[in-house]
């Protein structure tokens, strides 16, 4: 043992040595010491850059979260019920569809004593309850457990008991201190939505409802992630008063690194700044790849839904409630994808059961492959017989903003008096000028958004849906 310590020893003299008397050009490779030992900094300014765009691309599901808190509580509190009926109220949610009513509520947990009751109607009702960082917790109404005859839940938030006393129909734990909730409402007569607005309930457990039904009306509002340091800034105080768990231990270390860290204040120094508005940008720049080029990621290279097509399904995420795969990895390019353009996760929108919930599949190239422009003119041709119990539609996005079109003719679906050919089909068109196509009724107006997509939903999927018997044909521009 002796000996080997000093051969060990001796060994690692030499080489040190040997390294002071080599002279070094160039830190090629970083196989060994730079001639400059300040030349050490820019490898841990780089660890700590690509630590930083990993953490930003985990914090997009949780910076849409903010952005849509932020928009309920300009016109309303926490345990209220804020509406986005029309178009226009929707204007800058991610990826609304322009057909069915919003219902949508936000709870703080530690607010309400670490839990929350909510009573759902029964009805045509497609609701859910999502954590902070987009992680399902349940969903209600017709793809819940109460399958459409309503209930009473009570959402237990992390370390709370449940009370020997509750009179809840259902018993759900959350990880998150701030949640989600809400409907959409599938019935088509106004009067029996606001019915189904008034009856959804939100209470401390023992506390009366003091829920109110509010309208965003014509509130402006932001639907997207803050840029540059008003990310981390926000992102810093979210975390103060949220829970974490194990599997996001290493994305805190990362954030530990640049100065968000709970408990402290956020007070970076210039060097953590740079970094953070450089991660930032290159982090944003690569949640737009993974989800407008998902199918070119190796991890998501099984996105494209129908064959020798640009159709994707942009929800890749396996696990709902703990973005988890089967071997235990972390889903991070499939929740960035996501969340990137759109918000909320539920078994409604990613179970293959048929005649309950809503499917999409998203466009951004047209059939030659390039990404799509408002300076074109496109036209989908839906077959016929879309396998929807309900109805199907096509929504036209500004990819910038990822919420529809601003434009007054957002989608084209089967519930509008729209031209259907004779062999059942439905041209859709795309178009800037949409009263010069052929039937200007089937048309989305894209004029002036730049780069645009798609997505088509399917509400109450039948099984042609999944088993992929009927199949959308790719977007052709027209010349």
């Known amino acids: 043992m002796k000996m080997a310590l000093i051969v060990g020893t001796a060994t690692l003299f030499a080489t040190a040595v040997f390294a002071q008397d080599v002279k070094r050009e160039t830190f090629e490779g970083y196989s060994t010491f730079p001639a400059d030992p300040a030349e050490m900094q820019a490898i841990l300014d780089e660890k700590d850059l690509h630590g930083g765009t990993q953490a930003y691309l985990w ?6 979260m903010l952005a849509w808190e932020e928009a309920n509580l300009k016109v309303a509190d926490h345990l209220d019920l804020v509406l986005y009926v029309t178009p226009e109220e929707k204007r800058d949610i991610l990826t609304a569809n322009a057909t069915t009513p919003y219902a949508i509520a936000f709870v703080d947990l530690t607010r309400t004593g670490g839990m929350v009751e909510i009573t759902v109607p029964a009805g045509p009702v497609g609701g859910l309850v999502n ?5 399902s917790v349940v969903d209600l109404g017709l793809a819940g457990p109460d399958r459409g005859k309503g209930g009473k839940y009570l959402i237990l938030g992390p370390g709370a008991e449940e009370p020997a006393n509750t009179t809840a129909d259902f018993v759900v734990r959350s990880k998150s201190n701030l949640l989600i909730t809400g409907m959409r409402i ?41 840029r540059g340091m008003d990310h981390w800034i926000e992102l810093h105080t979210f975390m103060q008063r949220e829970v974490f768990g194990p599997e996001d231990a290493m994305t805190l270390q990362f954030l530990k690194r640049l100065g968000i860290e709970q408990g402290k204040p956020f007070d970076p120094d210039a060097r953590q700044k740079r970094i953070l508005l450089e991660a930032e940008e290159k982090g944003f720049a690569m949640s737009i790849a993974l989800s407008a080029a998902r199918e070119l990621d190796e991890g998501l290279k099984h996105a494209t839904f129908y064959e020798d097509t640009y159709w994707s399904n942009p929800i890749q995420i396996t696990d709902i409630y703990r973005h988890i795969d089967d071997n235990g990895v972390m889903e991070l390019d499939a929740r960035t994808s996501w969340a990137h353009e759109a918000i909320t996760v539920s078994e409604g929108m990613t179970a293959e059961t048929t005649g309950v919930g809503s499917k999409y599949v998203a466009a951004y190239r047209d059939a030659t492959g390039n990404y799509m422009n408002s300076a074109f003119d496109y036209v989908l041709n839906v077959p016929a017989d879309p396998p929807a119990e309900q109805f199907w ?40 000028e949409c009263s010069k196509m052929p039937y200007p009724q089937n048309c989305i107006d894209i004029s002036g958004q730049g780069d645009i997509f798609v997505y088509f939903r399917i509400y109450a999927p039948m099984q042609a849906y999944f088993d992929k018997a009927w199949t959308l044909p790719d977007i052709k521009r027209l010349d």
């Open 59 to 64: 914090s997009m599901a949780i910076a849409s």
């Open 131 to 135: 954590g902070g960082q987009m992680r």
């Open 186 to 226: 599938l019935a088509g007569d106004e009067a029996e939505r606001n019915a189904l607005f008034a009856a959804y309930k939100l209470n401390a457990p023992g506390e009366p409802s003091t829920t109110k039904v509010v309208s965003i009306g014509d509130t402006p509002y932001r639907g997207s992630n803050l």
């Open 393 to 432: 539609s096509l929504t036209g996005y500004n990819a910038k903003t990822r919420s529809m079109v601003y434009t007054d003719r957002k989608d084209v679906s089967s519930r509008q008096e729209v031209f259907v050919g004779e062999d059942g089909s439905t041209p859709v068109y795309m178009s800037s």
